[in-house]
């Protein structure tokens, strides 16, 4: 039987569960309803075809995300192909090799780094990283996508450490005492045994950063230079949606296409977000090996 | 296990679809602008001076702080007068004047001949206008750039994308770095219209702000951008002297005289546009805002005074 205080604490605890469901109907809403006009007045097409976003245009406006798209990727990619090997090797260390002393001292750290805020990893982009950028390849600006995919790694960084760490102590003790018991070495437990088994949690944390990354606003806006044309390289300047979207939204006339097609890009953003986050999370629920 | 998060997952589709449904009628509770019910008061009940009075300014963007300040001292000396001000471009300001929703349009360009016949159709009123600030841009590269002057035609080519490499316009060989603001700032519709004259290149990078162009230039030393006058005593950058074309005197934009003169050519006045000659409170609005308190207020605004020749102009409409 429960008591009163019980059932009252159960409803309590179930709005604000409901509460959170709520939340993101309503910015799904927002962004549908906000989206819909500059939808129905040029459908979905020309946001997704090669062409230019141009809606402050001397002639006709464009309002075409393409490359913005394509920036987004870059930023991403680069950020996750040194984030991911780095992330998941600090992860094995922890989580095998490291002695209890050690993991106390660095796992605060690895907090202390997720807690940078964005803004102050993009000054110290635009101050530090992009002179170096501009020296070592010889190029007249270190305002590039490299630079921001830099500053997006170090930021999914915590996120894969932690997701990652988790998902190999998870990891069966059976199996790392059979790879020893066989006279593996340590380093070959960890490599061929432990990484593998906990391959599915190790994917999720790096598809996590990766959302992270795809979202990842300030930093972009301020390092990469947000150009719109079709970037050349890693060393070119791009834009990606999200700093699109926050360069554009300040002062663009309220209710004008323009307004809507800047949602149109959330919308987009929201839906690659939603599709990565989602596969995450069944990665994360379907881990055989561990749950067996 | 699975099964229930599907069921959560359908759960919040279900959800935002009913709110979907449920909301559509909503949408116009978004419209932002309080609307005094009786606009036009300014214009019609000049004579009763302690009467109160409400006036709509609207229009360009970049003006809408500095008229929003001017405003506001206005309405501190005079409490009966109720002045409003709202933005979306001149373009907007314009057709809501015509429409006689507005009683003032601000505009930072000169209104069209079609526009001025239809005002006369329309509100039977011959259109007025008061040019009550200046503003100016200067166009900055990195110090260590030997180039000093650029006539407006090679500013333009150069943002179209037409010259990339400073060697063309006497300086260095080394590749123009393009950089300016977003499609939405007033700085970039003024830089277009009066230099561009076209498409900015694709390859222009986009600042969040004056202060990110005026950072990216001092680091890039091929970097060209554009900025208010203010910025151009940064250290690290130098602002060009600009000649209107080939063959004549370039200004150096850092002189105040050259802006306060009209020889620096990166200048626009500011207008506000009226239907009728501007009587009783707006007038004395009008007055306030071309007074020594008024201009001094547009310059801590960031714009300039206006010149001998806009004083002219204003007679017209003031005197």
Known sequence: ?292 | MNQKRWLTFAGIVFLAAVMLLTGCGGQQAADPVETPDNGDAGDDTPEEAQESVAIMLGGSDSEVNVVARLAEEYMNDNPHVSIAVTGGGSGVGISSLIDGDIDVANSSRPMRDSEIADLEANQGEDAYAVRFAVDGVAVLVNENNPVEELTVDQIGAIYRGEITNWSEVGGENMDITLYGRQSTSGTYVFFMELVVQGEYSERKRNMAGTSDIVEAVIGDVGGIGYAAIGYADEDGVKALSVAAGEGSQAYDPTVLENVTSGNYPLTRPLYQYIAGKPEGALLDFFLFEVSEAGQAIVLQEGFYPITAADIDFNKAALE
């Not at chain 1, 790096?206 to 930093?219: K, W």
């Not at chain 1, 791009?238 to 006339?253: E, K, N």
């Not at chain 1, 890009?265 to 596969?279: E, M, Q, R, S």
């Open chain 1, 1 to 292: 039987m429960l008591s009163l205080s019980e059932k009252v604490m159960k409803v309590i605890f179930l709005i604000c569960g409901l509460a959170i469901v709520l939340f993101l109907a309503g910015i799904l809403f927002t962004l549908l309803s906000n989206s819909w006009p500059a939808l129905r007045e040029m459908g979905l097409v020309p946001f997704l075809t090669p062409g230019r976003w141009n809606p402050g245009a001397y002639g006709e406006p464009t309002y075409s995300l393409f490359n913005m798209i394509y920036g987004t990727f870059l930023v991403t990619v680069g950020a996750l192909v040194f984030a991911v090997p780095i992330g998941v090797a600090a992860a094995a260390y922890l989580a095998e090799i490291a002695a209890p002393w050690e993991r106390e001292l660095f796992k605060p750290i690895v907090e202390i780094l997720a807690g940078i805020p964005s803004v102050v990893l993009g000054f110290f982009g635009l101050v530090v990283i992009a002179p170096l950028i501009s020296r070592i390849f010889n190029i007249p600006s270190g305002i590039t996508a490299l630079n921001g995919a830099i500053l997006v790694g170090i930021m999914a960084m915590p996120t894969i450490i932690t997701l990652a760490e988790d998902a190999i102590t998870a990891v069966p003790k059976e199996y790392r005492n059979a790879s020893l018991a066989l006279g593996g070495t340590r380093w070959q437990t960890i490599w061929k045994i432990t990484v593998p088994a906990a391959f599915s949690g190790i994917t999720a944390a790096s598809l996590l950063g990766m959302g992270r990354a795809i979202g990842e606003t300030m930093t972009v806006l301020m390092v990469t230079g947000n150009m719109i044309a079709w970037p050349e390289s890693f060393l070119d300047s791009v834009r990606t949606l999200s700093a699109g979207i926050a360069i554009d939204i300040g002062d663009v006339v309220f209710n004008s296409t323009h307004f809507h097609a800047l949602f149109v890009a959330g919308l987009l953003l929201f839906t690659i977000t939603f599709i990565v986050n989602l596969l995450a999370d069944i990665l994360i629920h379907r881990n055989p090996e561990v749950n067996k």
